[in-house]
């Protein structure tokens, strides 16, 4: 059984790539590059001692996905390929749609034209919008302040119509709350481009000597210390939770033929306590000022995780010191990303 990866030489979708394989599966990844390095894919290779079929492309591109799709026998999809920059989706929204909602669009139309019809879909916590209630279930109504956030919640919408339309159909759609964290192995992690816009990468960067200081956005939230609260989840949780809703879909065990559960710990954590955790794990200072609330960020935002835990028959069990200490792990043994490892 062949699982084409979106996205699969990114942050997330290289994880899963490894989850993936291990679990036995044939893979075969599109990724255009926009956001990542194909040397993410030679590590995949490293860690499963498998080969990684990768085709350099752009979900945009139906008769590309078409020939893929069928050519490696696909029978499943996890989607991960799309830009993912809040703050860069106000400035460039017509690139988010089409790279979001148009990418996804096509890529369903490859599907159905071929055949395959069961997808797993990289959602977000952003779809939440402002928390009118904590811990969020997954029937706390949807909103989106930006456009990034409008895309996920039209690709949603879109998935539910595909799948009333025909039940051959069979979706699972997964709402991340914050993935962090890196491979066991240092091999692959997070590999942000320019100035972090996250916070764990941000004070990588500070850990590392690369940025001064951490502006901390606000310290006025209704928070126990000030500062923002948020589920941090590490990134091999995450996709373990990939492989247990493919393996519900494929089943057949799925509650319906389009469900959306969240990927978080339940757990929240403030940004002092990672801070403190991070230089816990690094034996390093992280210096910080506190600074302005910033646009659009909310006070508080984490999991309820009943229902994948009911649907998935899955919970995240690593610890906030293993998200940090395995992070640490990957950029100490990759100090400027996959361009210079220090192997
Ligand atoms: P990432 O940028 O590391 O990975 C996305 C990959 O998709 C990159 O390798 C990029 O080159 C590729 N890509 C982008 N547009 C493409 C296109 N048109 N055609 C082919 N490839 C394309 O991001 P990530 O952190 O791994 O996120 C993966 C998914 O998870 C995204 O959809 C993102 O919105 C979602 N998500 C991420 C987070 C997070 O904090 N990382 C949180 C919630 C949801
Ligand atoms: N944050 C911060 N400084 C930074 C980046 C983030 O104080 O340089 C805070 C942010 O205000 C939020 C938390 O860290 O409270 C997590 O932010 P991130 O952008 O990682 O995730 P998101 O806000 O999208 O959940």
């Known amino acids: ?48 001692g498998q080969k990684v079929p990768c085709e350099i492309a752009d979900i945009r591109d139906q008769s590309k996905l078409e020939e893929i799709l069928v050519k490696h026998k696909c029978s499943a999809v996890v989607h991960f390929a799309g830009l993912k920059a809040v703050g860069e989706s106000t400035k460039m929204p017509l690139a988010y749609y089409e790279n979001n909602v148009v990418g996804t669009h096509r890529l369903l139309s490859a599907m159905a034209n071929t055949g395959v019809k069961q997808m797993i879909f990289s959602s977000s916590a952003t ?85 001064e200081q951490l502006s901390v956005f606000g310290n006025d939230y209704d928070t126990r210390d000030g500062t923002g609260i948020r589920d941090y989840i590490h990134v091999t949780d995450l996709v373990e939770g990939h492989l247990r809703a493919h393996e519900v879909l494929a089943s057949g065990s799925a509650p319906s033929n389009c469900f959306a559960v969240n990927l978080g710990t339940g757990n929240g954590y403030s940004v002092l306590e990672m801070v403190r955790a991070f230089e816990r794990a690094s034996n390093k200072e992280i210096r910080y000022a506190f600074a302005p609330r910033r646009d659009g960020d909310v006070a508080e935002c984490y999991a309820n995780t009943e229902l994948a835990e009911k649907v998935l028959d899955w919970k995240a069990d690593r610890d906030l010191d293993a998200m940090c200490r395995d992070t640490w792990n990957w950029v100490c043994k990759n100090p400027r990303g996959y361009e210079t490892s220090a192997d």
């Not at 979708?13 to 394989?21: I, K, N």
């Not at 390095?37 to 030679?42: A, E, G, K, Y």
Request: charged share 15%; aromatic share 8%.
């Open 1 to 48: 059984m062949t699982v084409l990866i979106t996205g699969g030489a990114g942050y997330i979708g290289s994880h899963c790539g490894v989850a993936f394989l291990e679990a036995g599966y044939d893979i075969v990844v599109i990724d255009n590059l926009s956001n990542s390095s194909d040397v993410s894919l030679q590590r995949i290779e490293a860690i499963t």
């Open 127 to 211: 779809v939440y919008g402002e928390p009118q209630f904590l811990p969020l279930t997954e029937d706390h109504p949807t909103s989106a302040v930006n456009p990034y956030g409008r895309t996920k919640l039209m690709i949603e919408e879109m998935l539910g119509d595909v799948a009333a339309s025909d039940p051959a159909w069979r979706f699972g759609i997964l709402r991340y709350f914050n993935p962090v964290g890196a491979h066991l192995s240092g091999q692959i992690g997070e590999n942000p481009l320019g100035v972090p816009n996250n916070l764990m990468p941000f004070i990588t960067q500070v850990a590392d000597g690369r940025r």
